[in-house]
């Protein structure tokens, strides 16, 4: 299966979470054997990357695009469209980033089922930056929502989805997931030596930061001891950066906090390893890869109730808490005061959390379930069980039915005799099968939809008719022919193999027996624009389960290869606005959205 994932930000960026979640989460999906292709924009990529071409990774085939506008990502909207049409499945990671909507838009337009990974931006705290852009982004993404599967890291983030998107949005719940370090050895627990506490993240306010300070500040107790608050990340807002020095100042934390800017590879799991407590006071966070990188090298970690933690708390790995200043204040102190032994098993329980749920490999058997769901093919028997009643109801009520009852009863007036021997293959709720009872025909109806069978033997009158609940195509057809007439109505468009049915038909009938059947018509500017509907907005809800249609000479030719000569052919154009307008200046062949034809089977 071909995998495509969508990236504003990629390893080996390290700007927030997400450019290593999705690295970790392209490299389980290679090792898991899917065909992995990566598209992202080139932010805050060291300068030795290269630009504008692919190269092999351990997580797949990766193109990182330059795109000198943010809000107008060219490069990576052109790449992602030639990359969309190989994929079986797209990925699309961000919401906001404004390459995104256009990749679902052309995703859908070519009919490749999507997953979109929102990566916290839902979060209330997240709208508030920018808020009137993502108000745009999020009006016109709503209309999408029927149409992809959004994929959560969290329950709250599931909740945060569907208060945007509603509670018909698809969202499944897997967590993120990491490539977890080699444990490194820390240095011997010595409460006597020079511990430090430790802040990893962007320096932004919504990491609240000023929090952190302010608690320890504070703090007597770390004050007067020999503990310091190492914050290490990129400055990604200068404002908040300058907020936070002028706040150590003024609290004289001058020779307590100290900012080492952004710490990567092993030095990074070094500044893990020998914390002696790991702080996450976010006003908002979706996951938190801080909080499993601290726990893989044995560091506990205080995380705010405002991230998805409270397994700290179960786990008694850390603590979840209010990061109002007072709060962490008494969280950290526990830290600080804790007997050595107790800060021991905090340590190794850790460990063991980090390795026996956050290991790369615990979600890829839920990814597979996931991906697998949007590859298979819905089936058509399920959609008709659930729309029995209303189809066989819109015969007596839709104008555009009756008409189309019109068409199939005037051919069989013109063609079938009474007495006949008809199979209604794929009948429905048995409305032509009635109809050709009733003209005096031995009728065989047959139908995998339970329902639609449980309708025809309410409404049965006659002993010239019978129904039967078989799927297409047959298993025996010894059983059924020979017949007169074999009756395929609104039935090709729906089976997998369209050939197969046919030829079916074929062995069932007499020589010069009659296929009378019915085909959607491609070339219907209607069906056309039906198409592109349902591709962005997933409506009509039938379209979903639609896999052939046919153009009149395409048909036919088919038809005679397998054996039949064409006797007449019918078209119907439904009472839909687009062919009534339409119809004045255009060929029947754009008009009519239904090919309804009868065949002859030819003999010798």
């Not at 090298?297 to 850390?318: K, M, N």
């Not at 799927?471 to 729906?494: I, K, M, N």
Request: net charge positive.
């Amino acid at each position: 299966m071909k995998i495509l994932l969508s990236a504003d930000c990629f390893y080996p960026a390290q700007m927030g979470g997400p450019s290593n979640t999705i690295y970790w989460h392209a490299k389980a999906l290679k090792q898991a054997g899917y065909e992995v292709t990566v598209v992202a924009d080139s932010q805050y990529l060291p300068a030795s990357v290269p630009l504008g071409q692919w190269i092999t990774l351990d997580c797949g085939q990766v193109m990182y695009t330059r795109n000198p506008f943010f809000y107008l990502p060219l490069n990576h909207i052109r790449q992602g469209w030639m990359a969309i049409r190989k994929a079986d499945i797209v990925h699309v990671n961000s919401l906001f980033y404004p390459a995104s909507l256009v990749w679902v838009l052309m995703s859908r337009l070519v009919g490749k089922p999507v997953v979109w990974s929102p990566h916290g931006e839902l979060s209330p705290v997240a709208l508030r930056f920018r808020p009137r852009l993502k108000r745009v982004f999020l009006t016109i993404s709503k209309r999408l929502r029927l149409t992809v599967q959004f994929h959560a890291t969290s329950a709250t983030e599931v909740t945060h989805i569907q208060q945007h998107f509603g509670t018909d949005a698809r969202v499944s719940e897997i967590r993120s997931i990491m490539e977890l370090p080699t444990f490194l050895t820390p240095k011997p627990v010595d409460q006597s030596a020079q511990p430090y506490l430790l802040f990893i993240g962007r320096l932004h306010p919504i990491k609240a930061i000023d929090r952190l300070i302010s608690a320890l500040g504070s703090s007597r107790l770390f004050r007067e001891s020999q503990y310091s608050l190492k914050i290490a990340g990129p400055e990604t807002d200068k404002a908040y950066t300058q907020t936070l020095t002028e706040l150590v100042q003024t609290l004289g934390l001058s020779t307590k906090v100290s900012f080492i800017g952004q710490v990567q590879g092993h030095p990074k799991e070094c500044l893990y390893a020998n914390a002696w407590l790991t702080i996450l006071p976010s006003h908002s966070e979706n996951f938190g890869n801080v909080v499993i990188e601290s726990l893989a090298q044995g560091t506990p970690v205080v995380a705010s109730i405002h991230t998805p933690w409270q397994l700290l708390e179960r786990e008694r790995t850390g603590s979840w808490v209010s990061n109002e200043p007072d709060t962490l204040r008494e969280a950290i102190e526990t830290y600080l005061r804790m007997p050595l032994h107790e800060y021991t098993g905090y340590r190794e329980r850790a460990i063991r959390l980090a390795q026996q749920q956050f290991s790369i490999a615990t979600t890829t058997e839920e990814w597979n379930r996931l991906y697998g769901q949007l590859m298979h093919a819905p089936t058509a028997v399920d959609f008709h069980n659930t729309i029995a009643a209303e189809f066989n109801r819109k015969y007596e009520s839709s104008k555009a039915f009756r008409e189309r009852f019109q068409v199939w009863t005037g051919l069989f007036d013109r063609y079938v005799n009474p007495l006949y021997h008809v199979i209604d293959l794929g009948c429905g709720p048995g409305v032509f099968s009635d109809y050709l009872a009733h003209k005096g025909c031995i009728v065989t109806g047959v139908d995998g939809s339970e329902a639609m069978i449980e309708l025809c033997q309410q409404k049965k009158t006659l002993a010239n008719v019978q129904y039967i609940l078989q799927s297409l195509p047959l298993t025996s057809l010894v059983t059924y022919a020979p017949q007169d007439v074999v009756l395929l109505s609104s039935v090709l468009e729906y089976v997998d193999d369209m050939k197969e049915i046919l030829e079916q038909a074929y062995s069932l009938l007499k020589p010069n027996g009659l296929l009378i059947v019915s085909i959607p018509n491609r070339t219907s500017v209607y069906r056309i624009i039906e198409r592109l509907l349902f591709r962005l907005l997933k409506r009509p809800g039938y379209f979903a389960y639609i896999r052939h249609t046919a153009t009149k000479a395409g048909f036919n030719r088919q038809l005679n290869e397998l054996g039949f000569e064409p006797l007449e052919t019918a078209y119907f154009s439904g009472q839909d606005p687009i062919s009534r307008l339409i119809k004045p200046i255009a060929a029947e062949r754009y008009v009519n959205n239904l090919l309804v034809g009868v065949y002859r089977k030819r003999t010798g």
